[in-house]
């Protein structure tokens, strides 16, 4: 387990692991853009814990080991307090043991894989919510722009573990992710870490 985040003004660390590069990078685009606007809009809104929250991008180039590689220098070198990661079942499925192995957070962005989902927004649905977060996406990324159920899935994953870190008090991964049942109850939004695990001596 690593341990417990310093406090004070260093920006807290969030990793963002998608394809920038090879064959699935045109469908991964609007995932990292939703996921930087998310950060964007925190860090005006006054940062976490008076911290600015910087995010990181790593190239998984397409391919699962690279993004389990990825995944795994963003936790022990960057530090970063969260993943967002992932499109494909097969890069999951390779990313999820390195992410229990370090017993850290991870947010996967499609629904109907739920136990490693985050949602709570469809776009065929005429909601206020829905309406302000379509319109923010287009006026920074382009009126062009399409928005899908899984693009909102990742900054809504951002927003949840940004009110999760609000709530724990601390961006360390275990600690905040015993916050966000409870977030997902309160807030009508899913989410599962990678797994649950135990809390220590239980």
């Keep these: ?17 998608h ?14 853009d939703a996921a930087r606007l998310a950060v964007e809009e925190i860090n005006a809104e006054g940062g ?27 936790i022990l070198q960057e530090r970063v307090s969260v993943l967002f990661a992932c499109w ?16 850290h957070l991870m947010f996967y962005p499609l629904q109907y894989e739920g136990l ?8 065929s649905l005429p909601d206020p919510a829905n309406r302000r977060f379509v319109d923010a996406f287009r006026r920074r ?9 899984p693009i909102v899935s990742s900054y809504n994953g951002v927003r949840l573990w940004a009110a999760a870190v609000r709530a724990a008090g601390t961006d360390d991964p275990e600690t905040s992710a015993w916050s966000m049942p409870a977030l997902s109850r309160a807030r009508h939004w899913f989410a599962t870490p990678c797994r649950h695990w135990s809390r220590p001596g239980r």
């Design 19 to 32: 394809a920038l590069s090879g064959p699935m990078a045109e469908s991964e685009r609007g995932l990292v």
């Design 1 to 17: 387990m690593l341990s417990q985040r310093p406090a004070g003004v260093e920006p807290i660390h969030v990793g963002v692991v």
């Design 88 to 103: 494909t079942s097969a890069c999951r499925k390779a990313v999820t043991p390195v992410v229990e192995k370090h017993r």
């Design 116 to 123: 490693y989902a985050v949602w709570g927004y469809f776009q």
């Design 141 to 149: 990324f382009g009126a062009e722009r399409v928005v899908s159920d």
């Design 48 to 74: 976490l814990l008076g911290r600015r929250v910087d995010l990181i991008l790593a190239d998984s180039r397409s391919d699962w080991m690279t993004a389990a590689t990825e995944v795994e220098r963003l």
